[in-house]
């Protein structure tokens, strides 16, 4: 008895395997390419205050933990080892959008102010450069409360997210 199958059709089963694969790769291109994806740099403490380096990588963490709670069909958030340090020019935020492929960024800042602190959070679309969310808070030197802030910084930023990145309506 021979058991060999015929290679015209090994041939076609190859050539069904190969458009399947195919197919499912374009699928997932259309689908990665259909959402947008955000890039959440790292919150940079210029303050010269090593004291204040845990609360920015809290930030960082906490913004990324409620950010990972949105709908990952609809929203991609890149993070981690490939996410480059805060640009400061737009030529670096081109590098950020060409080595992640996010269409947008999350940056932000720590730094002192002749009155205290300021901490900025910008959310950037990067195929332009244009800051489409921005917050600035302003306090005293001390880092009493900083829990509190962060929190509040992590609620208004995930509610910018999905009011300009996801563009949900936000209630009235």
Known sequence: MNTTTPPRVRLLGLAALAGVALLLTGAAFWFAGSRPSLVVAVIQNDTGRD???????????????????????????????????????????????????????LIGQLETTATGLRL???LIRLSDGHHVWVTQINRAADIEGLEDLQQTLVRETVRAVREHVLKDEQPG
Do not use: C, K, Y
Not at 54 to 76: H, I, K, S
């Open 51 to 105: 004291e204040l380096d845990p609360f920015t990588t809290n930030l960082a963490e906490a913004l990324l933990t409620d950010l990972g709670q949105l709908d990952a069909a609809r929203v991609g958030i890149v993070s981690g080892p490939r996410v480059l340090p805060m640009p400061r020019t737009f030529g670096e935020l081109r590098d950020m959008r060409d080595s992640t492929g996010a269409g947008f960024a």
């Open 120 to 122: 900025s959070i910008h």
